[in-house]
């Protein structure tokens, strides 16, 4: 009990500022009590994470390193592959890659169901091919442009969550690579499957979409909520 009172008296807790101007974030940021208590009892979050990693995490900005072949099948290896998975259907997300999830491994996943390409309206489907496509997993994908025009389209992050942004893509590529269990995998991806494949590279390259966007389309998704 004292301890936890010791404890207690050591972490101060500062709310992050809001005013604008104000760089919440810079300079030394403290936990409130109980997310410090929590952490103290539970210990610090394993990779693979349960939630994305958000901008401003060194691993989203590092070069992710190649998976080597004696990983391939292995325990490790699958595990990612289930966190992805789960991460990309919980989220609900369009692909996921291992940084993002804290493994700064070569490998992602991504999926587009038929209820989720339902969501877009009918001219962006149009527009950008937006087709439904199944589960995919690839470690240590290589990237080849099919068809290198470049179609600007709206893109989000789960790294960045609540902002999108207009980012010009590839219209056409081929992916190829491995499973989790080394099984080769070869894909042609064209419209919005290439714009998810070319987002997830970037990731195992520690490029985040807002790098490539045309910045005056940045958008908080909630500005009109928050206008309310
Ligand atoms: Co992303």
């Not at 760089?23 to 939630?51: D, I, K, N």
């Not at 709206?154 to 207009?166: I, N, T, V």
Request: proline share 10%.
């Amino acid at each position: 009990m004292a301890a936890a009172l010791r404890l207690l008296e050591r972490v101060r807790y500062r709310p992050p500022g809001r005013g604008c101007g104000d760089a919440a974030g810079w300079g030394q940021r403290e936990r409130s009590y109980w997310r410090a208590l929590r952490r103290r009892v539970l210990g610090p979050p394993v990779p693979p994470f349960a939630s994305p990693c958000q901008v401003g995490a060194p691993v989203l900005r590092a070069t992710a390193a190649t998976v080597g072949p004696e990983r391939l099948g292995g325990p490790e290896l699958r595990e990612l592959a289930a966190a992805l998975a789960a991460g990309l259907r919980r989220g609900p997300c369009l692909g996921l890659s291992a940084p993002q999830l804290g493994v700064p491994l070569r490998v992602f996943a991504t999926e587009l169901t038929p209820a989720r390409c339902e969501q877009y309206p009918p001219p962006l489907r149009r527009a950008h091919r937006i087709e439904p496509f199944q589960l995919r997993l690839l470690v240590n994908p290589v990237l080849r442009v099919l068809d290198s025009r470049l179609v600007t389209g709206p893109e989000g992050c789960a790294s960045l969550h609540g902002f999108s942004a207009y980012v010009p893509r590839h219209w056409a590529v081929h992916v190829s690579g491995v499973d989790e269990c080394g099984k080769p995998v070869s894909w042609e991806a064209t419209g919005w499957a290439a714009r998810i494949v070319q987002h997830e590279i970037d990731h195992l390259d520690g490029i985040l979409y807002i790098d490539r966007m045309d910045p005056r389309t940045f958008t908080n998704v909630s500005w009109m909520e928050l206008m309310d």
